[in-house]
């Protein structure tokens, strides 16, 4: 059986990954699905913890739950969903040796509208400054979340009712950092996606054509399952292909 590393999205909780950690548990598999820096509802200054997480925190805090998960030398399957895909993408590409697979869904490697994708750009370029520029990041405004009226899920919600502005430029930063290296990927990676993802635009797709070529890439794209599939309508569907994936030889 599989030993599996699953980050959660940014401002979300790995209760959202519930319906698919259990169904991976159910098989045998052993899952990690850690609550990242910042993100703790509990904590009555969250909002500002969230402003304040750098970008080193939080890949830090990858590589050290990466570490904890592999001490018995073997190497384990990473996934994450939304931001957590990211984080993973970033260990696969950087920790070669340590990751076996990668489960990357609804990564979002393009946001739409272009406008938000071109602004949050922009703003990942701040911490080329140092600590000057992440202290900009840090104050950059709180914004409220506008819930989609068109939205369905299965399961409740697990978020927080704000985003930081100084974490989405973040979110891009770490994206960049990943992408990196992911032509030098040699490991099998699925990708689950709705193609109709109200954040993100289906021409990042074509950033995995070239693994798509080699050979590694499973895509399944599931029209209807929402940028958040593990609590979306088809979350049973995410489930399965993930679970064949993990199991195929």
């Given at each position: ?176 950092l990943a992408l990196k290296s992911l ?67």
């Amino acid at each position: 059986m599989a030993t599996i590393l699953l980050f959660h999205g940014m401002t979300s909780s790995p209760v959202e990954l519930a319906s698919l950690i259990d169904a991976l548990r159910t098989k045998g598999h052993e899952v990690h699905a850690p609550l990242l820096p910042g993100h703790d509802r509990n904590d009555k200054n969250v909002e500002e913890r969230l402003r304040a997480i750098s970008t080193e925190e939080y890949l830090r805090f990858a590589v050290s739950e990466l570490n904890s998960t592999t001490q018995s030398g073997k190497s384990i399957i990473v996934g994450g969903l939304s931001f957590g895909s990211l984080l993973a993408l970033y260990l696969a590409t950087q920790f070669s040796g340590k990751v076996s697979r990668l489960l990357l869904f609804s990564p979002p490697l393009l946001f739409k509208p272009p406008m938000k994708e071109f602004a949050l750009d922009i703003i990942s370029t701040l911490p080329n400054l140092g600590q000057i520029g992440e202290w900009v990041l840090s104050k950059l405004p709180l914004v409220d979340k506008v819930e989609r009226k068109d939205a369905v899920f299965s399961f409740p919600r697990s978020c927080l009712p704000i985003h930081s502005v100084g974490a989405g430029g973040r979110v891009v930063r770490i994206r960049k950092l990943a992408l990196k290296s992911l032509d030098m990927l040699q490991i099998k990676v699925l990708v689950i996606q709705d193609p109709f993802d109200h954040l993100l635009s289906n021409a990042e797709l074509q950033k995995f054509k070239a693994l798509q070529e080699r050979g590694l890439l499973t895509l399944v794209l599931i029209a209807g399952g929402e940028h958040e599939l593990a609590i979306g309508p088809r979350y049973g569907e995410v489930a399965s292909h993930t679970i064949k994936f993990i199991e195929e030889v």
